[in-house]
């Protein structure tokens, strides 16, 4: 997987919104104003961290110990850094990529979630807004 295959991925995502808050080194993916993947700019190979649930995060790392570290300057518990090699098959980057979308689309509010056209994300915990 290509830097540019990973912006198109993540572009792809209704509502997903990149910027720079952080400088220009790391581009910050947010939907509904929260964070869901932080990609490194100019990095051969690519580099992306991604939010995780923390069981399935241990899992990758144990999987790729080559490619999936705790997140860097993030909770290492709910992130992953992931480096975007052939030893990571493509398919498993971008289930990765929705699911850290997921996990995100799915804490939002109802309001916010409708706004955005997301209602269909959120999972089966109920909805937070009461």
Request: hydrophobic share 40%; charged share 25%.
């Amino acid at each position: 997987m290509t830097a540019a295959d990973l912006q198109t991925l993540l572009a792809n995502l209704s509502g997903a919104e990149p910027g720079f808050p952080f400088g220009p080194d790391a581009q910050v993916w947010k939907v509904g104003g929260k964070m869901f993947a932080i990609v490194a700019e100019d990095v051969d190979p690519p580099v992306v961290s991604l939010k995780c649930d923390p069981d399935l995060a241990l899992e990758l790392r144990a999987q790729y110990p080559d490619n999936v570290i705790p997140g860097y300057h993030l909770n290492k518990q709910h992130w992953n850094t992931i480096t975007v090699t052939s030893a990571v098959p493509d398919g498993e980057i971008a289930d990765w990529i929705a699911q850290s979308y997921d996990l995100v689309a799915a804490s939002l509010t109802k309001k916010a979630r409708l706004a955005l056209d997301l209602e269909g994300s959120r999972d089966s915990r109920g909805d937070r807004d009461g």
